[in-house]
């Protein structure tokens, strides 16, 4: 565990901060070179669905932290913005970006479907990069594991952010779990990416791919998650929002195969 990155002075680089923005690289390079292929025209399009991404999804992860987090102080305006390297829903960065995306989509007269997909098979990345930061930070830990299970992570660093009843006890490494499993539904969205636009698949079925996917994922990791507590009847509020999730994505497979745009 590794909570801090790297230090010089005073300048501290958390860990969380670096693969979150090494994930959001990795997104942005990819997008990138398939700028083409997504429909854009040219770079105003290119450095505007960047902005979009960056703030919609900075905006959408921040108001769904503060919104669903039971544990939080009084709000206060400045918690809108501080702190920087902690406090981000992933469903609400989901929510943000799709917001933003739609509407830069409608406005810019953009192929909604293809830029949706070209994201759509990216975020698994990002998120299993962060999610490798969330482990080095000591957040989104993972519930007690019992003395016979094979692998634990213990947590030691009083200035991490894991809760201080968890430190020092075997733990379920959720982060890496839920890494693992994105970065297999990343691999499977662009084998699916590449056979849409071969195969004149309908648009829109990698973005469907990852909502359904990442739901179904983040729903079965709630069970080893140890801040996952019971919000509507026995499901925790993670698992309501990934049921959401995987809700939408059916949605938006159905509204893909009826809607019928292939790829030109």
Same mark, same amino acid.
């Given at each position: ?6 230090? @010089?002075?005073? @300048? ?12 959001? /690289? ?35 992860? %921040? ?6 987090? &039971? ?28 917001? =933003? ?17 070209? /994201? ?5 990345? *990002? ?25 634990? !992570? ?6 991490? +952010?894991? &809760?201080?009843?968890? /430190? =020092? ?21 662009? %084998? ?9 698949? &309908? ?14 994922? %983040? ?11 019971? *919000?509507?009847?026995? @499901?925790?509020? =993670?698992? !309501? ?22 790829? +030109?």
């Amino acid at each position: 565990m590794c909570p801090i990155l790297f230090q @010089f002075g005073g @300048f501290r680089l958390p860990s969380y901060s670096a693969f979150a923005e090494l994930g959001a /690289l990795l997104v942005f390079s990819f997008v990138y070179v398939r700028r083409d292929r997504m429909g854009l025209r040219g770079p105003d399009d290119f450095w505007l669905l960047l902005d979009t991404i960056l703030l919609g999804g900075f905006a959408g992860g %921040r108001l769904g932290y503060l919104a669903t987090d &039971p544990g939080l102080p009084p709000f206060q305006w400045r918690d809108l913005v501080f702190p920087l390297t902690s406090g981000f829903s992933a469903f609400g960065v989901f929510a943000g970006m799709a917001a =933003g995306v739609l509407v830069l989509c409608r406005l810019r007269r953009l192929p909604l479907g293809r830029v949706a997909d070209h /994201l759509g098979a990216a975020m698994p990345f *990002w998120m299993a990069t962060s999610r490798l930061g969330c482990h080095l930070t000591g957040c989104c830990q993972g519930r007690p594991a019992g003395p016979s299970w094979p692998w634990t !992570v213990t947590f030691t660093d009083p200035a991490s +952010a894991c &809760p201080p009843a968890l /430190l =020092g006890v075997p733990l379920h490494p959720a982060q890496l779990y839920e890494a693992l499993g994105d970065v297999v539904l990343g691999l499977v969205l662009v %084998r699916l990416l590449g056979g849409t636009e071969r195969d004149g698949l &309908p648009s829109g079925w990698c973005a469907a791919g990852f909502l359904a996917g990442y739901g179904t994922l %983040r729903f079965a990791l709630e069970a080893v998650r140890a801040d996952g507590v019971p *919000w509507l009847g026995p @499901f925790s509020l =993670g698992q !309501v929002c990934a049921g959401g999730c995987v809700l939408v994505g059916l949605l938006a497979a159905r509204w893909s195969i009826r809607a019928g745009r292939a790829y +030109a």
